[in-house]
């Protein structure tokens, strides 16, 4: 039979340190709440694009870009055509819709 050696294996003794945090709890809540919500906007502004890269147009002329009041306010009193969803006309009086063919003589009749 073969000579075995055996090997044993020691551990590093390693110092433990232990850190007490003193700061306020609130306040780390509240980052990570901001955290979270900044990660939802890229999100759903970045959806079909490379999540990784950082998009900077979505701070880029935010004014322009924000809805008023008055513009809400005008967007609900205007009617929605249900079939090419344009607004001003609806589903009857909708250009694009194929107008059905007269009845039939036969139908007529009656």
Known sequence: ???KKYL???????QKLIVMDESNN?????????AKNFKKLLKYNNKGKNPKKFN???FDNYEKRKR????WRYK????????CNKPDH???????LKKKSQPKKA????
């Open 1 to 3: 039979m073969k000579n």
């Open 8 to 14: 044993s294996l020691v551990a590093a003794k390693a």
């Open 26 to 34: 609130e306040g780390d809540d509240e980052l990570v709440m901001l």
């Open 56 to 58: 900077s147009k979505i």
């Open 68 to 71: 008023t009041k008055e513009y």
């Open 76 to 83: 609900k009193d205007q009617p929605k055509c249900f079939k």
């Open 90 to 96: 609806i589903k009857g009086d909708c250009p694009r």
């Open 107 to 110: 139908m007529k009749a009656t």
